[in-house]
Nanobody, 123 residues
Framework: QVQLVESGGGLVQAGGSLRLSCAASGRTFTSYRMGWFRQAPGKEREFVAGYGRSAGSTYFSDSVKGRFTISRDNTKNTVDLQMNSLKPEDTAVYYC????????????????WGKGTLVTVSS
């Protein structure tokens, strides 16, 4: 198993930036593909960004391409999400997730979840 703890959420004005961090603990961290998901009030949880098990394999949803960046530091067991040019529609609880199975970047494709960190973007 792996435990995930997110940090870095908060309140930011539209156009601003935030950096979220996910700290992982457990065995064989490098065996997992890591991703960030988000869930806005009244909406389904959705994929935001992912970092695959292959070095340099990153994926982004269309809504955040060009604005968000995901990075992974295997020496520290951390995965970060740099969010730039934030929009009010980015407001959500952001979750770090890990998976061993399959290639699906969907909530049902992930095995472990953090508790989430709230990001609020004001207009």
């Amino acid at each position: 198993q792996v435990q995930l703890v997110e940090s870095g959420g908060g309140l930011v004005q539209a156009g601003g930036s935030l950096r979220l961090s996910c700290a992982a603990s457990g065995r064989t961290f490098t065996s997992y593909r890591m991703g960030w998901f988000r869930q806005a009030p009244g909406k389904e949880r959705e994929f935001v960004a992912g970092y695959g098990r292959s070095a340099g394999s990153t994926y982004f949803s269309d809504s955040v391409k060009g604005r968000f960046t995901i990075s992974r530091d295997n020496t520290k067991n951390t995965v970060d999400l740099q969010m730039n040019s934030l929009k009010p529609e980015d407001t959500a609880v952001y979750y770090c997730a890990a998976a061993l199975n399959g290639p699906r970047w969907s909530p049902n494709g992930m095995d472990y979840w953090g508790k989430g960190t709230l990001v609020t973007v004001s207009s």
